[in-house]
């Protein structure tokens, strides 16, 4: 079963920069699309970004030119930088692979918490 430890939340001014991170353990990790998703309250988990083995990303709308998604496979880890936040972005954040599955395990996420 992979394990995943998310990092690097906090609270942040609106305009300012968090960088998260993903430690995954587990085999399969360098050969999936892994994703960051992202849950605020009263709302549905939702994906923000993904990578794949290969590093070809993809971005939500809502994130687009503000958040980069990495990852280093030799070190099974997946990173979010996030530039230029905005309150909206409030949420607790997730990695897992993308698509994700029903009986996939889910990290306790990291809370990013942006103030207007």
């Known amino acids: 079963q992979v394990q995943l430890v998310e990092s690097g939340g906090g609270l942040v001014q609106a305009g300012g920069s968090l960088r998260l991170s993903c430690a995954a353990s587990g085999s399969i990790f360098s050969i999936v699309t892994m994703g960051w998703y992202r849950q605020a309250p009263g709302k549905q988990r939702q994906l923000v970004a993904s990578?794949?083995?290969?590093?070809?990303?993809n971005y939500s709308d809502s994130v687009k030119g503000r958040f980069t998604i990495s990852r280093d496979n030799a070190k099974t880890t997946v990173y979010l930088q996030m530039n230029s936040l905005k309150p909206e972005d409030t949420a607790v954040y997730y990695c897992?692979?993308?698509?994700?599955?029903?009986?996939?395990?889910w990290g306790q996420g990291t809370l990013v918490t942006v103030s207007s």
């Open positions: 897992n692979r993308y698509p994700f599955r029903p009986t996939d395990y």
């Open positions: 990578v794949t083995r290969a590093g070809s990303t």
